[in-house]
């Protein structure tokens, strides 16, 4: 059906603050994984979920940043006590397996204050 | 450690072709990848090429891999206003799930 979905599309929130994202991958897919986009960078890796293993947090950048994926579908990625470094568009991906091509969501512009 | 670069800025005149370079460090790499993302937009996959194909061609575009010298690139032919937006290059290599991206060329057509 769709592709991946991301709520909200905008995010305004005030330093010290926790934010939730969303992301509902396309059905089917087995892998999820969230990148950040820092302004005028590239993508980097923050976590990825496959099937009902643990997931790897290792791209994760402070013990601020959690993510869960609740019934092997939708993710969210939880961010505590938010800093302005955080401001990015965090995007989502979900690919059939592991190894197999991702496709993206529109992603979610955090900004903090 | 693996690593893709690319050029940040590419500009063109609409009509004319456009090139976008990438190299990559992962010799393993089996899949690479060339997204779009245009202003607000989240990553749209344009086209990729497996690691044991020279050249591939979608209408306007062709991508080019020169596994000797781990260079990508993307043409796009007949550039059109429409086709500016941000170009990332990516590779997926073989050990794992890991897909590198590179920072992006940002692409300006004039009309």
């Known amino acids: 059906g769709a592709g991946v979905s991301q709520s909200p599309s905008n995010k305004v929130t005030e330093k010290g603050k926790d934010v939730e994202l969303r992301c509902d991958p396309i059905?089917?897919?087995?892998?999820l994984y969230w990148y950040r986009q820092s302004l005028g960078q590239g993508l980097e890796f923050l976590i990825y979920f496959q099937g009902n293993s643990a997931p790897d947090k290792s791209g994760l950048p402070s013990d601020r940043f959690s993510a869960e994926r609740t019934g092997g579908s939708v993710s969210t990625l939880t961010i505590q006590r938010t800093q302005q470094e955080d401001s990015a568009v965090y995007l989502c991906?979900?690919?059939?397996?592991?190894?197999?091509?991702?496709?993206f969501g529109p992603g979610t512009r955090l900004t903090v204050l | 450690g693996e690593d893709v670069e690319q050029s940040l800025f590419l500009s063109v005149r609409e009509g004319d072709s456009s090139v976008i370079n990438c190299t990559y460090t992962?010799?393993?790499?089996?899949?690479l990848y060339w997204y779009k993302q245009e202003p607000g937009a989240g990553l749209q996959l344009l086209t990729y090429i497996f690691s044991n194909m020279d050249m591939k061609q979608d209408q306007r575009l062709t991508v080019l891999l020169n596994k000797k010298d781990k260079h990508l690139s993307l043409r796009i032919a007949d550039t059109q206003t429409g086709d500016s937006a941000i170009y990332f290059c990516a590779e997926l290599n073989t050990g794992g799930f890991k897909t590198i991206f590179g920072a992006g060329t940002r692409l300006f057509v004039k009309a």
């Open positions: 992962d010799s393993s790499s089996t899949y």
């Open positions: 991906a979900s690919s059939l397996g592991l190894s197999d091509t991702q496709y």
């Open positions: 059905s089917g897919h087995t892998a």
